[in-house]
């Protein structure tokens, strides 16, 4: 068979059934397969929303997204996507044209060495010089994307390449030399682990989005419930746990709670837990010169130690290492420690003071109260993101995605298209400000041409809120963050044939979201905010 048909053939193998992308010419051939393959195309209406569609998807379904973009620009495109997915260990696998072979380093028409421009935040990639070898390739790109630590992996496929024929047969085993992710972990680490948290008189945990990536919220559930153990998140992490847990304290870092950032900083053991402990989760290092024991739990041994230095690690898959912990443990005396942490609470009102328009922190509540019990809310970039995380409350079956580590603006409204195609009965939420609304609402289009129903909630104060807030905490003069020309945001929905309504007063909102849940179409709801409204 030519190996266009042959690379299908290995998408359909991996039970691929939606692909997300945009075609051009170094994909036709691969476009022309693809068109009488049973496998669903996505067009999305730009490449960088082909990998957040997949990321989304990805994120929802717990499968590998998988998006197909041509050469040049088309694969520039989605360099963002898959440094998002990098950032935040999003398994996809990203399929490129590239011009043919011989033309390779020769600067022809939309040519663009994307393996190069994405070494650093590709799990691994793969530039096809022989066709033969397209089965094996495409087999261990998603073994790779999917196991250890998820990630992006990148297949570039010269034109030419997709021509040839090939004798297929698809591999039946995987052996990568070098590639062996510790999945277990080491007993030794894991009872010394055990037995530094019964020692403790202050134990915290800290769970990261490697809890969720790993499908370790009941094994992380019962070591809470179990110990008797106090827990913050991660702005990834959200999620990991029901914010009713009798244990539960909040979001941490940056943007988060003061008594969940003093919690951390005066534990005696810090348990850590699928997490990179980044700059905006640990914003202040010298906070743990105090002398804490921390554990470190993840797959990923590199980032073990290399934020926060670690006295006990343990490498290995989340869910097996809590399953194993949680046997040993036992109920600790936390209450005296917990009583500390809840002082420190009613110490500091982080609730926002906002003078005119609809407040935030009520929308999200009235929201919560609202949508199922199994809805999946994406949040983009920016104030947004940061009220969503600390407001919206994760019961039941909820989900809350965002972009993480790279803070993405543009990703809630692909990601949500990408989390409702892969889980079309549940209700899917897609909250943004003004500014990151018109990075993708192109993406509208693919809404419609998909036939899906998402309700969208917009915070308009009119500017970039989050870039302001910065620049007066620096005591800066805010500058070049005014969006003084928006459009009429509910004509765009209009003329897309969809609904929406403003809304100025919480009142309203209550009103609005009511008509929202009753449509049969996707609605947006643009909330006025005061401008100048602050997320601490």
Not at 429 to 455: C, R
Request: hydrophobic share 40%.
């Amino acid at each position: 068979m030519r190996a266009a048909e042959g690379i299908i053939k290995c998408l359909q193998e991996e039970g691929v059934e939606v692909v997300f992308g945009y075609p051009g010419g170094a994909v036709l051939p691969i476009y022309e397969s693809l068109r009488q393959s049973g496998i669903r195309h996505v067009l999305t209406r730009h490449e960088q929303a082909a990998g957040h569609s997949a990321s989304g998807y990805a994120r929802a379904t717990g499968k590998t997204g998988v998006c197909i973009v041509t050469s040049g620009p088309g694969a520039t495109n989605l360099i963002t996507a898959i440094a998002n997915s990098y950032m935040d260990s999003t398994p996809i696998v990203a399929i490129t044209g590239q011009v043919r072979s011989g033309l390779i380093g020769k600067d022809v028409f939309q040519e663009a060495d994307i393996i190069g421009s994405t070494a650093s935040f590709t799990k691994h990639s793969y530039l096809i010089k022989d066709a033969e070898e397209i089965p094996r390739i495409i087999k261990e790109a998603f073994h790779i994307a999917s196991t250890g630590r998820p990630g992006p992996v990148l297949i570039d496929i010269p034109v030419d390449i997709q021509s040839k024929e090939i004798a297929f047969k698809y591999p039946e085993e995987i052996n990568i030399r070098g590639y062996k992710p510790n999945i277990n972990g080491h007993k030794l680490q894991i009872k010394k682990a055990v037995e530094a948290i019964k020692n403790s008189k202050k134990p915290l945990i800290c769970l990261g989005g490697g809890v969720i990536s790993a499908k370790a919220e009941r094994e992380a559930d019962e070591l809470i419930e179990k110990g008797g153990i106090p827990v913050v998140h991660t702005l990834m992490g959200k999620g990991s746990i029901k914010d009713k847990s009798p244990y539960y304290l909040g979001l941490i870092g940056s943007h988060g709670n003061y008594h969940c950032n003093r919690a951390l900083a005066n534990a005696d053991v810090l348990i850590l837990i699928g997490t990179r402990v980044g700059d905006r989760a640990i914003r202040d290092q010298s906070l743990f010169s105090h002398g804490a024991t921390i554990i470190h739990i993840d797959i990923d041994p590199a980032e073990i130690g290399k934020n926060l230095s670690s006295m006990i690690p343990v490498v290995g898959d989340a869910k097996n290492i809590l399953d194993q912990m949680a046997k040993d443990m036992e109920s600790l005396d936390t209450q005296a420690w917990i009583r500390e942490i809840n002082s420190w609470k009613r110490e500091r009102n982080n609730d926002s003071k906002h003078s005119i328009g609809v407040e935030p922190k009520a929308v999200l509540d009235i929201l919560s109260r609202k949508v199922d019990m199994n809805a999946v809310l994406t949040a983009d970039v920016g104030q947004n993101q940061i009220w969503a995380a600390h407001n919206f409350i994760i019961d039941g079956e909820r989900k809350f995605f965002t972009s993480g580590g790279l803070g993405t603006m543009g990703y809630a409204i692909p990601s949500a298209i990408g989390a409702k195609i892969g889980m079309p009965d549940r209700q899917i939420i897609a909250v943004m400000g003004d500014g990151s609304f018109q990075m993708s609402f192109s993406e509208l289009g693919t809404l419609i041409q998909e036939n899906l129903k998402i309700l969208f909630l917009m915070f308009n104060n009119r500017r970039l809120g989050m870039v302001r807030e910065l620049q007066t905490n620096a005591h800066w003069d805010t500058f070049g963050i005014e969006l003084s020309h928006n459009p009429d945001f509910i004509k765009i929905f209009e003329a897309y044939g969809l609904q929406g309504t403003r809304v100025e007063s919480n009142d309203e909102f209550k009103n609005a979201l009511d008509k929202a849940l009753t449509s049969d179409k996707s609605f947006i709801i643009e909330c006025i905010i005061d401008p100048n409204l602050s997320t601490l």
